[in-house]
T-cell receptor, first 115, second 114 residues
Framework: ETGVTQTPRHLVMGMTNKKSLKCEQHLGHNAMYWYKQSAKKPLELMFV???????ENNSVPSRFSPECPNSSHLFLHLHTLQPEDSALYLCASSQELAGLSYEQYFGPGTRLTVT | AQSVTQPDIHITVSEGASLELRCNYS??????LFWYVQSPGQGLQLLLKYFSGDTLVQGIKGFEAEFKRSQSSFNLRKPSVHWSDAAEYFCAVGGSGNTGKLIFGQGTTLQVKP
């Protein structure tokens, strides 16, 4: 595998379910990100991790819970979601958190539908 | 406030025609500027970036962009569009003081007519 991978690619869940999204980067990067992409809205940054430490939580509701067990893996745990949480969830990684090496590389996303 | 504006939501061009996608930004420090492309059902792919130096930057797939500080713009261009360029294009701005945070525009959807 190369680049940034995300599983599953599609997920349908009820409002009472608990599920997790997984992201893995094969680039040796130190920073990882979760974004939400809704129709007709700009990408929304949700969480930023650097060397497994969370450095940003962009006012995201607690029903979204990130986890970064190591610099290659990032999870987004979901529970009691709302229909408005239906979106494409994108994971990204970058070599560094800032400076000249922080262009971000994106995974293909997980299309989440909450019923 | 930091922001990115892509004034054109949809653009349609004929195959072989030239293309320019506009991007204007508002950023308090030295900006780092990016263009990404997203094909349907896919993630974002980096087309090109500007950090410093030559204000005309070349990217992949024949794209280029020009940074104009006086106009706070970073427009994307391609001299001859191919049908496979149909996609959504995002401009983004970040900076050395912004701890990994990229501000994205709303995107421009490009349609290519045969």
């Amino acid at each position: 595998e190369t680049g940034v991978t995300q599983t599953p690619r599609h997920l349908v869940m009820g409002m009472t379910n608990k599920k997790s999204l997984k992201c893995e980067q094969h680039l040796g990067h130190n920073a990882m990100y979760w974004y939400k992409q809704s129709a007709k809205k700009p990408l929304e940054l949700m969480f930023v991790y650097s060397l497994e430490e969370r450095v940003e939580n962009n006012s995201v509701p607690s029903r979204f819970s990130p986890e970064c067990p190591n610099s290659s893996h990032l999870f987004l745990h979901l529970h009691t979601l709302q229909p408005e949480d239906s979106a494409l969830y994108l994971c990204a990684s970058s070599q560094e958190l800032a400076g000249l090496s922080y262009e971000q590389y994106f995974g293909p996303g997980t299309r989440l539908t909450v019923t | 406030a930091q922001s990115v504006t892509q004034p054109d939501i949809h653009i349609t061009v004929s195959e072989g025609a030239s293309l320019e996608l506009r991007c204007n930004y508002s950023y308090g420090a030295t900006p780092y500027l990016f263009w990404y492309v997203q094909s349907p059902g896919q993630g974002l792919q980096l087309l090109l970036k500007y950090f410093s130096g030559d204000t005309l930057v070349q990217g992949i797939k024949g794209f280029e962009a020009e940074f104009k500080r006086s106009q706070s713009s970073f427009n994307l261009r391609k001299p001859s569009v191919h049908w496979s360029d149909a996609a959504e294009y995002f401009c983004a701005v970040g900076g050395s003081g912004n701890t990994g945070k990229l501000i994205f525009g709303q995107g421009t959807t490009l349609q290519v007519k045969p």
